[in-house]
């Protein structure tokens, strides 16, 4: 330890280096590289990892959807073609049946999928925008931002079927004024008097909703539009630890079951789950964090590998010094370490660089895709990679530097100054 710090060792590795600045410079390229390519990866990674999450924060990452089709095969006495209808009944029958449910929001919509939207108006002001009738339970699968004042659809609207709304942004700014607080304010959905309960704000990403949507209570919906137990698709939230394929699998057997449909029909009823695509986006993330890590480590060891053979070349230059060394004193441990932190400053100092390098390059990238619409946000390595790539670092460094520095030590003191 006490050599580490002598002025005379680091003024002998300045020396070594400045003899051959060109090869040592080449040299700490590898360990350069090696780090820098591990840094840029799983910085890449982890901000594909944050621009997911981003853009998943508003909806539960085990959801699905699920709605009724056409059925394509004749079964118990029904013919091809008949078109299934999910109902409200559905949903207590799928708590019973598919224990890994946590959350079932059945949903009514006026306004897509073909059907005409509902026409609001304010006054002497007016607009066509889409109706959904939902329940609270929608909230706890896909949150809402309700801006201050306002609150989303509750229990109690439900139980009394109350008609008030919750409108988007848009909606606000084309039927409102702009300084008028439009919570508490009344508007007419198809001619029926809405209280407004509060604002949404639109959060791009969410499907086929937009900064317009009204959202009325279902119960509310099924009376104003005279859609009884009908419901157009289930929002359905899985348990964390569900294996939401096989939900999804098991959601469509009892739906089946429920509505008389041939077991191997596919096509009676759709579902798209996200939890599924949330998973697999995961994986692609982890596994560009893998490969960063095995890249890095490889370059890094190309490189560390590179530095122990400049090293052996440079101990072979300086046999004659060496040797001279020994002749007056040194003992065989202190012409090992001198190689041995030779080689540990030219690792480590390589690897430095890379790191900060790195860190500038993400920088750069962060900047330019921030605000964007790109599932891309703020690319940084966690710390704990940084230290395990820098000890990494350094046990390679001792390592690789322990085989030129044995070829020192066993340079004998007498053969060494015979040396020309």
Same mark, same amino acid.
Not at 71 to 81: D, L, R
Not at 244 to 262: G, T
């Given at each position: 330890?006490?050599?580490?710090?002598?002025?005379?060792?680091?003024?002998?590795?300045?020396?070594?280096?400045?003899?051959?600045?060109?090869?040592?410079?080449?040299?700490?390229?590898?360990?350069?590289?090696?780090?820098?390519?591990?840094?840029?990866?799983?910085?890449?990674?982890?901000?594909?990892?944050?621009?997911?999450?981003?853009?998943?924060?508003?909806?539960?990452?085990?959801?699905?959807?699920?709605?009724?089709?056409?059925?394509?095969? /004749?079964?118990? *006495? !029904?013919?091809?073609?008949?078109? %299934?209808?999910?109902?409200?009944?559905?949903?207590?029958? @799928? &708590? #019973?049946?598919?224990?890994?449910?946590?959350?079932?929001?059945?949903?009514?919509?006026?306004?897509?999928?073909?059907?005409?939207?509902?026409?609001?108006?304010?006054?002497?002001?007016?607009?066509?925008?889409?109706?959904?009738?939902?329940?609270?339970?929608?909230?706890?699968?896909?949150?809402?931002?309700?801006?201050?004042?306002?609150?989303?659809?509750?229990?109690?609207?439900?139980?009394?079927?109350?008609?008030?709304?919750?409108?988007?942004?848009?909606?606000?700014?084309?039927?409102?004024?702009?300084?008028?607080?439009?919570?508490?304010?009344?508007?007419?959905?198809?001619?029926?008097?809405?209280?407004?309960?509060?604002?949404?704000?639109?959060? /791009?990403?969410? *499907? !086929?909703?937009?900064?317009?949507? %009204?959202?009325?209570?279902?119960?509310?919906?099924?009376? @104003? &539009? #005279?859609?009884?137990?009908?419901?157009?698709?289930?929002?359905?939230?899985?348990?964390?630890?569900?294996?939401?394929?096989?939900?999804?699998?098991?959601?469509?057997?009892?739906?089946?079951?429920?509505?008389?449909?041939?077991?191997?029909?596919?096509?009676?009823?759709?579902?798209?789950?996200?939890?599924?695509?949330?998973?697999?986006?995961?994986?692609?993330?982890?596994?560009?964090?893998?490969?960063?890590?095995?890249?890095?480590?490889?370059?890094?060891?190309?490189?560390?590998?590179?530095?122990?053979?400049?090293?052996?070349?440079?101990?072979?230059?300086?046999?004659?010094?060496?040797?001279?060394?020994?002749?007056?004193?040194?003992?065989?441990?202190?012409?090992?370490?001198?190689?041995?932190?030779?080689?540990?400053?030219?690792?480590?100092?390589?690897?430095?660089?890379?790191?900060?390098?790195?860190?500038?390059?993400?920088?750069?990238?962060?900047?330019?895709?921030?605000?964007?619409?790109?599932?891309?946000?703020?690319?940084?390595?966690?710390?704990?990679?940084?230290?395990?790539?820098?000890?990494?670092?350094?046990?390679?460094?001792?390592?690789?530097?322990?085989?030129?520095?044995?070829?020192?030590?066993?340079?004998?003191?007498?053969?060494?100054?015979?040396?020309?």
């Amino acid at each position: 330890m006490r050599q580490l710090f002598d002025r005379n060792t680091w003024q002998e590795i300045f020396q070594s280096i400045s003899k051959n600045k060109l090869r040592t410079f080449l040299t700490m390229i590898g360990v350069f590289v090696g780090i820098y390519i591990y840094i840029g990866l799983s910085g890449a990674s982890q901000g594909l990892d944050n621009g997911f999450e981003r853009q998943f924060e508003t909806i539960a990452k085990n959801s699905l959807f699920a709605w009724g089709q056409s059925t394509s095969m /004749p079964y118990a *006495g !029904f013919k091809t073609g008949r078109q %299934i209808q999910l109902k409200l009944s559905d949903v207590e029958v @799928l &708590y #019973n049946r598919v224990p890994e449910i946590e959350t079932i929001a059945p949903r009514n919509v006026k306004g897509i999928f073909g059907s005409s939207p509902g026409i609001i108006t304010r006054g002497l002001k007016s607009g066509s925008y889409a109706v959904y009738g939902d329940f609270p339970d929608f909230a706890e699968i896909a949150t809402k931002k309700i801006y201050e004042g306002g609150r989303f659809i509750n229990k109690a609207d439900i139980e009394q079927a109350r008609k008030v709304c919750v409108i988007g942004e848009r909606t606000q700014r084309e039927l409102f004024d702009e300084e008028e607080d439009p919570i508490g304010g009344y508007i007419k959905i198809d001619n029926i008097n809405f209280q407004v309960v509060g604002v949404h704000k639109f959060t /791009p990403g969410g *499907g !086929f909703e937009s900064d317009s949507d %009204i959202f009325i209570p279902f119960a509310t919906f099924r009376k @104003l &539009y #005279n859609t009884g137990n009908n419901v157009s698709w289930f929002t359905i939230a899985a348990y964390d630890d569900a294996d939401v394929i096989k939900v999804e699998e098991d959601i469509k057997a009892v739906l089946k079951n429920i509505h008389s449909v041939d077991p191997k029909d596919e096509r009676a009823f759709g579902s798209f789950n996200l939890g599924e695509i949330f998973n697999k986006i995961m994986g692609f993330s982890q596994g560009m964090t893998f490969l960063s890590l095995i890249v890095g480590i490889a370059t890094i060891l190309a490189g560390v590998i590179g530095i122990g053979n400049i090293l052996l070349i440079s101990v072979k230059e300086r046999t004659k010094e060496l040797g001279v060394r020994r002749a007056l004193g040194a003992t065989p441990a202190e012409v090992r370490n001198q190689i041995i932190i030779e080689s540990l400053f030219l690792t480590m100092l390589a690897g430095i660089i890379g790191i900060i390098a790195g860190a500038m390059t993400l920088k750069v990238i962060d900047t330019f895709t921030r605000g964007g619409d790109f599932p891309y946000t703020n690319p940084t390595v966690p710390i704990p990679y940084v230290i395990g790539s820098l000890l990494l670092m350094v046990i390679l460094g001792v390592l690789i530097g322990l085989i030129p520095a044995q070829r020192a030590v066993s340079i004998k003191p007498i053969d060494a100054l015979r040396e020309e």
